[in-house]
C-alpha cells in the first residue's frame, strides 16, 4: 500500500527557504525516507527478530485533486508556525481555501517551528490524529521542523505520530500508574504482540 503524502511546511513570515523553520525539499525528501524505511523494516529502522515489514509505504504526492502536477511540497508563510495547539483547526484551515489535498486522498503533515500546549509546556515535538478523523479538516499530523527528516534519531517522531495515524495506541494507553497487564485484547495498545509495558518495567 502507497498512500501520498502533503507536505505542508507552515513558516514565519521573512523566513527565507532552506533556513529554520522553511526547512529545504531534501529535508522533506528525507524525512520521507525515513518513513519508508522504517515502515519497511530497513536500513537504521530494520529493529531486529521484533520487527515487520509492514508493507505500507509513503511517497510525496505528484498530483492535487484537480490532476494538476505538484511535487507534495506547499510552502505558507504564517505566525502559526508558532502553534499553540489549541490552534490546530486555525493551522489546518491555511490549506483549505481551495483544499487541493483532502484528507480522503492524501496524508497531510504540517511542519511548524514550535508547538506549545498553554504557555507553559513547548516540549512538544509532534503529535497526530487518530484513524477516527480520516476525512476530516483536522486529520493528520504536526512537526516541528527540527525533528523531521533532520536524522534517522529525529525522525522517529514522525514514525511513531504516523502510528496513531494508524490507529496505534501507546502500549502503556490507559495504564495510569498501575500498568494493567491482565488481559491483552483491552489493556495497553490492545495487541497482543505488544503486551503492556508493565511487562517489562513497573510503570508510573
Known amino acids: 500500500q502507497t498512500i501520498p503524502v502533503v507536505v505542508h511546511i507552515v513558516y514565519l513570515p521573512g523566513t527565507p527557504m532552506n533556513t529554520g523553520e522553511n526547512i529545504s525539499n531534501l529535508q522533506v525528501i528525507t524525512a520521507i525516507q525515513h518513513l519508508n524505511n522504517a515502515f519497511r523494516k530497513q536500513g537504521a529502522y530494520n529493529g531486529g527478530l521484533y520487527a515487520v515489514d509492514t508493507e505500507i509505504e509513503f511517497c510525496l504526492a505528484q498530483r492535487d485533486i484537480n490532476g494538476l502536477s505538484t511535487d507534495g511540497i506547499d510552502r505558507i508563510s504564517s505566525t502559526l508556525s508558532n502553534l499553540d495547539m489549541s490552534q490546530d483547526a486555525a493551522l489546518k484551515a491555511l490549506t483549505q481555501s481551495p483544499n487541493l489535498f483532502p484528507s480522503t486522498n492524501y496524508m497531510n503533515i504540517w511542519i511548524v517551528r514550535d508547538i506549545c500546549n498553554g504557555a507553559n509546556n513547548c516540549q512538544i515535538a509532534g503529535y497526530s490524529t487518530m484513524a477516527a478523523s480520516h476525512g476530516t479538516a483536522l486529520d493528520g499530523f504536526v ?19 504516523i502510528g496513531h495515524y494508524f490507529n496505534l495506541l501507546h502500549t502503556f494507553q490507559n495504564a495510569g500508574v498501575t500498568c494493567i497487564n491482565n488481559n491483552c485484547l483491552v489493556d495497553g495498545d490492545q495487541i497482543c504482540d505488544t503486551p503492556p509495558d508493565n511487562s517489562f518495567f513497573t510503570c508510573n
Not at 149 to 157: C, D, E
Request: hydrophobic share 25%.
Open 143 to 161: 512537526c516541528e521542523a527540527n525533528y523531521f527528516g533532520s536524522s534517522t534519531t529525529n525522525s522517529k517522531v514522525a514514525v511513531h505520530e
